[in-house]
């Protein structure tokens, strides 16, 4: 995993070719999702995992509208100037998660730094809703850094929600790059912090393949387990367009094997390391 630059032109390794969802619960939700216009990312983000985790009743929605006020080189949400809050969506959200009959669902955001609570109270209702709408669905929230403002998390952790995940995405030499308005040493404050305000469960994934070196990742990891974090997710990074950031090599299922093994080792209670990990994969089992 040394910093190799690789020609991106070449062809997609064997291991990252997914199959196209098939099932019954799959096909059901398809025409839920269509006919009824909900939004879930598993979607708008192609993600390649989309079949089995709706096969397994796992959803991810994003919330506080599409258009991010950060600029990640990562990410295909679009940038620029957000909608005004929708103050509907909340049971919104939580109609759709009933209507999907999902068991546990992953909601997610953008970046809201143009608003002053920076979109926490929208969240804390969100949770509060799907709790009143589809009381036996159980929850993860993947939240932004908030800038690292304590009373903008504690409206999170106050709701509770099963799972609080925060992604730290790449290691710390290389995050000015790939997340540009994002701290490496604030995302861990942040994952520090909801452990420390009683959050039960935290979560966080980085994505490999960025120009980031083995010991790189094996130092971040530790960092991750230091803030107490209990899951993390390992996967590789897939490049949106061609706007953004190239992938700089491919991460073998061998190396993925041998970081899953070394997180296991410091103590985390789940640990997903494999190149189609994304970060809400497999996320019905992390709550336990």
Known sequence: MENLVQDTTVQKPKWIRVKLPTGKNYRELRTLVDKYKLN??????????????????TATFMILGNICTRS???????????????????????????????????LTSVDRDDLKDMGSILWGETVNAVRRISPGTTMETLIPDFQGLTKHIDRLVEVAPEVIS?????????????????KY?????????LKEAGQRRTKTGMMLGLGETKDEVFQTIEDIRNANVDVITL??????????????????????????????????????????????????????
């Open 72 to 106: 990640c080189g990562f990410c295909g949400v679009k940038t620029g100037k957000p909608l005004d809050v929708n103050w509907d969506e909340p049971e919104k959200v939580a109609r759709s998660i009933k209507l999907m009959k999902i068991k546990h669902a992953v």
């Open 185 to 193: 040493e604030r995302s861990l404050e942040v994952l520090r912090y």
């Open 166 to 182: 925060h992604n730290m995405e790449t290691v710390k030499r290389l995050t000015r790059e790939v997340r540009i308005q994002a």
């Open 235 to 288: 996967g590789q990074y897939l490049q949106p367009t061609k706007k953004h950031l190239p992938v700089k090599r491919f991460i073998t299922p061998e190396e993925f094997d041998e970081l899953g093994d070394f997180a296991r080792s410091l103590g985390f209670r789940h640990v997903e390391s494999s190149p189609l990990v994304r970060s809400s994969y497999h996320a019905e089992k992390h709550i336990h």
């Open 40 to 57: 879930t990312i598993c979607q708008s983000g192609s993600c390649p995992n989309m079949g089995e985790c709706w096969g397994e009743g």
